[in-house]
C-alpha cells in the first residue's frame, strides 16, 4: 500500500494528518505539503473533460464539480468503515499509552488499514464514474490552489458526526474549549524542540492525553466548536492561529 502510484498514498502525511488532527492544526499540513510540490500552479477551471498535454503523456481533467462529487462519493462510502476503525484503535492504543513502541506500532498499524479502506473505496467510486486514479490525481493536481476542491480532498479521511447543541454536555463550555486550544498549544511548542516523532504521532498523543484529561474527543471538540460558535468569538481566532503557526513550525523543524 506503502508504494501505491495514488494521491492517496503519495500524500500520505496530508490524508492520514487531517483524519486526525482537525481545526487549523490539519490545513497547515495540507497546505504546506501542496506548496512543496513544485508541481502546483494555478490552473483555470474547465467546465467539462479537458485533455491536457504534460510532456509525453496526455491527461484527462475533469470538471470541478465532478471531481468534488467524486470526493464526497469516496468520503461518504467509507465513513461507517473509518468509524468503526477509529474506535477500535483508540481504544488499544490508549492501553498501551506508556508503552511507546507498541503505541507507534498501533498507530502504524491503524495507518495502513485506514489507507486500505480509502483505497477500495476509492477504486468502487472511480468505477462508478468511470475515470481512473491517474485521471482523479491529475484533476486533483490541476485544481490545487482551488480553496473548496482543496479542503474536500484534505477531508476525504475524516469521519463525519452529527451533533446537535442538545448533545453538548453541561460542562462542555467556551471556557472549556479555550483551555483545551491552549493545552494543544502549549504541547506542540514543547515538541517543536524534539521533532523526532512525525506530526500525526505528536498528533495521536496530544488527542489522547486531552481524552484522559478533559474526557473529550476531537471530533466532539471540533463539532461543540461549531455549535457554540466559537468560530465567530474573537477569543478564539488567536488560538487558531497559534496552533496554525505551532503546527507548521513542527513540521519545517521535522523535514
Do not use: W
Not at 209 to 222: D, G, L, P, V
Amino acid at each position: 500500500m506503502e508504494k501505491a502510484k495514488t494521491f492517496i498514498s503519495k500524500n500520505r502525511v496530508a490524508v492520514i494528518t487531517v483524519a486526525t488532527l482537525g481545526i487549523a492544526g490539519a490545513l497547515s499540513v495540507y497546505f504546506y505539503k501542496q506548496r512543496k510540490n513544485p508541481e502546483n500552479k494555478k490552473r483555470e477551471t474547465v467546465s467539462g473533460s479537458q485533455i491536457l498535454r504534460a510532456g509525453t503523456r496526455a491527461k484527462r481533467i475533469i470538471s470541478e464539480k465532478e471531481l468534488l462529487d467524486v470526493i464526497e462519493s469516496i468520503k461518504k462510502g467509507c465513513n461507517a468503515d473509518l468509524k468503526v476503525l477509529r474506535a477500535k484503535y483508540r481504544e488499544e492504543r490508549r492501553k498501551v499509552f506508556y508503552d511507546d513502541e507498541a503505541y507507534e506500532a498501533l498507530i502504524d498499524e491503524y495507518d495502513s488499514k485506514l489507507l486500505q479502506i480509502l483505497q477500495e473505496t476509492s477504486e468502487n467510486v472511480f468505477s462508478k464514474y468511470r475515470i481512473s486514479q491517474a485521471i482523479f490525481d491529475d484533476s486533483v493536481k490541476y485544481y490545487v490552489d482551488d480553496e473548496e476542491i482543496s479542503l474536500a480532498a484534505g477531508s476525504i479521511a475524516t469521519v463525519d458526526e452529527d451533533f446537535n447543541i442538545s448533545d453538548i454536555p453541561s460542562h462542555i463550555n467556551k471556557d472549556l474549549l479555550l483551555d483545551i486550544f491552549n493545552f494543544y498549544n502549549k504541547r506542540y511548542n514543547e515538541a517543536i524542540f524534539d521533532s523526532q516523532k512525525n506530526i500525526e504521532y505528536l498528533t495521536t498523543r496530544i488527542q489522547d492525553e486531552i481524552y484522559f484529561q478533559y474526557k473529550i474527543e476531537m471530533e466532539e471538540f471540533t463539532s461543540y466548536y461549531k455549535l457554540l460558535n466559537c468560530e465567530n468569538d474573537q477569543d478564539f481566532q488567536p488560538k487558531v492561529d497559534e496552533i496554525h503557526k505551532s503546527v507548521t513550525k513542527y513540521i519545517t523543524s521535522s523535514d
